[in-house]
């Protein structure tokens, strides 16, 4: 059963600085989409960013301009660079990997790193 490994969330001060890491347990293939969600206590969980095979990106309004998703395609890694940590990023997140569409497909999941952002 391959997962994806996540690392790099712990504690940090607002406006500091994180950078979140993913990584399947082993080699998979045909992988279209990853990206990041988070899910808050209490709230429902969101997608964060998500980057295709082509390159192209999306991010949720909450966190355009402070949030950067890279990809490593040969090995199938993804990271998230967040910048300027607001308290409302404290959530745990989740690293997905899709083969199909924004529709719909075969999801892999990592599970997930907590990130908590003081004020």
């Known amino acids: 059963q391959v997962q994806l490994v996540e690392s790099g969330g712990g504690l940090v001060q607002a406006g500091g600085s994180l950078r979140l890491s993913c990584a399947p347990s082993r080699s998979i293939f045909s992988i279209d989409i990853m990206g990041w969600y988070r899910q808050a206590p209490g709230k429902e969980r969101e997608l964060v960013a998500r980057i295709f095979s082509g390159g192209s990106t999306n991010y949720a309004d909450s966190v355009k301009g402070r949030f950067t998703i890279s990809r490593d395609n040969a090995k199938n890694t993804i990271y998230l660079q967040m910048n300027s940590l607001k308290p409302d990023d404290t959530a745990v997140y989740y690293c997905?990997?899709?083969?199909?569409?924004?529709?719909?497909?075969?999801?892999?999941w990592g599970q997930g790193t907590q990130v908590t952002v003081s004020s």
């Open positions: 997905y990997a899709r083969r199909g569409t924004i529709n719909g497909g075969f999801d892999y």
